[in-house]
Every structure is written in structure tokens, then in C-alpha cells.
């Protein structure tokens, strides 16, 4: 080989040299670099991680205060309900006991007012002073507490308050008009504690609608 070859083949030598070592160094920085990737990303998980935890403990005791302010409602509604029941409760059993009692009441009126009939009937006046004195304040006690009475003579006949146990031929008046009260009804508020007991008129003219009821009708129909 001459001496001009052996040239060229020391250049390609050292050229394949330079290239090599080139490629050498371009493939060390690159793992380098993907090291140095891989670090970052794991420092970086590491941190989320880390995160993550800090917050788990926030979120738990924001659930567990949740959860305990939703027992606190539910225990508070159950217990305004249960209140309110008792007090209802309560003020049935008080209005029952007061029923019981007027009811117990009632027939003892009834012999004051048959007493007192007698008296005025018969001349008693030294009996009817006194039996009068008594019947009025044993119905201020009752009226003082809600009961009051039901005597509708001359009224229109009310089947919610009255019980007739009897007809009258009266033209002169319109049907269905209470004649007479043979016995005295009472109410306690919306409640009939007992019906009157009457009699009633037929062979008069229809009774008229009255108006209260006329418009009650109209508003109920519109």
C-alpha cells in the first residue's frame, strides 16, 4: 500500500473515530437527561403524594362533621315531633276530663231547671230563690270554661245540635222550626257534649235559604 492510502485510510479512521465518540457523548446526555427526567417526575410524585395525604386527614373531618350535623337534624326533628305530640296528647286528655265532667254536670241542671219549673208552677218562691241562685252560678262556671248552651226555640231545627223527637202542625211559621225544647243541649267549643231534644213545625211555608248560607253556595260553586 502507498504511502497517499495509507493517508486516506488514517483520515476515515480518525473521522469514524471523531463520529463515534460524538455519538458516544449525544447517547450519555441523553440518558443523562432522561435520568434526570425520571428524578424530577419522582420528586414530583413524591410531592403530589405527600399532598394528597395532608388533605386526606381535612377531608375525613369534614365528613364526620357532616355526617354528625345531619344526626343533630334528624334528632332535632324527631324531637319537636315527639313535643308536639305530647302536647297535643295532653290537651286531649284535658279536654276529655272536662267533657267527662260537664257530662257529669248536665243531669244535675237538668233537676235545678225541673226544680225550678216546679217552684214557679207552684207557688214556691222561698224554694225558687234559692235553686235559681245556684243553677245560675253552676252555668257561669260552665260558660267561664268554653260549655255553652243549646236552647234553639224559635230557630230553624239544626240536626247537628238538636234531636227532634217530635212534629207540630204549625202554618204559621216556616217548616222546620223548633217548637219547643223539651231539654237543653250543651256544646264545648265545636264539640256537641249533648242534643237538644225538640220538637219541630211542619205545614208552614218553606223556610227561606238564609243569605249567609246563599253566598257560602255561589263561592263554592265559582
Known amino acids: 500500500m502507498t504511502t497517499p492510502e495509507k493517508d486516506e485510510v488514517r483520515k ?3 473521522v469514524d473515530d471523531a463520529v463515534k465518540t460524538e455519538t458516544e457523548a449525544e447517547q450519555s446526555s441523553s440518558a443523562s437527561d432522561t435520568e434526570d427526567t425520571k428524578a424530577a417526575e419522582t420528586n414530583q410524585d413524591s410531592k403530589d403524594s405527600k399532598e394528597s395525604e395532608a388533605e ?5 373531618a369534614k365528613k364526620e362533621a357532616a355526617a354528625w350535623q345531619d344526626k343533630y337534624l334528624r334528632l332535632h326533628a324527631e324531637w319537636d315531633t315527639y313535643r308536639r305530640r305530647m302536647n297535643e296528647q295532653r290537651e286531649e286528655e284535658k279536654a276529655r276530663a272536662a267533657e267527662k265532667l260537664v257530662e257529669g254536670l248536665i243531669p244535675v ?6 226544680s225550678i219549673d ?3 208552677k207552684n207557688g214556691e218562691q222561698g224554694l225558687l230563690g234559692g235553686v235559681q241562685a245556684v243553677h245560675t252560678k253552676m252555668l257561669e262556671v260552665l260558660t267561664k270554661h268554653g260549655v255553652e248552651m243549646i236552647d234553639p ?3 230553624a231545627f239544626n240536626a247537628l245540635e238538636a234531636l227532634a223527637v217530635a212534629t207540630v202542625d204549625d202554618p204559621s211559621v216556616p217548616d222546620e222550626t223548633v217548637a219547643e225544647v223539651y231539654q237543653k243541649g250543651y256544646r264545648m267549643g265545636n264539640k256537641v257534649i249533648r242534643s237538644a231534644m225538640v220538637t219541630v213545625t211542619v205545614g208552614g211555608p218553606k ?3 238564609e243569605e249567609s ?5 255561589k263561592d ?3
Open 12 to 14: 476515515d479512521q480518525a
Open 213 to 217: 248560607e246563599e253566598d257560602t253556595s
Open 220 to 222: 263554592s260553586e265559582e
Open 118 to 120: 216546679y217552684a214557679e
Open 109 to 114: 241542671i237538668d233537676d235545678f231547671e225541673r
Open 153 to 155: 226555640k224559635g230557630e
Open 207 to 209: 223556610r227561606e235559604v
Open 56 to 60: 386526606d386527614p381535612i377531608e375525613a
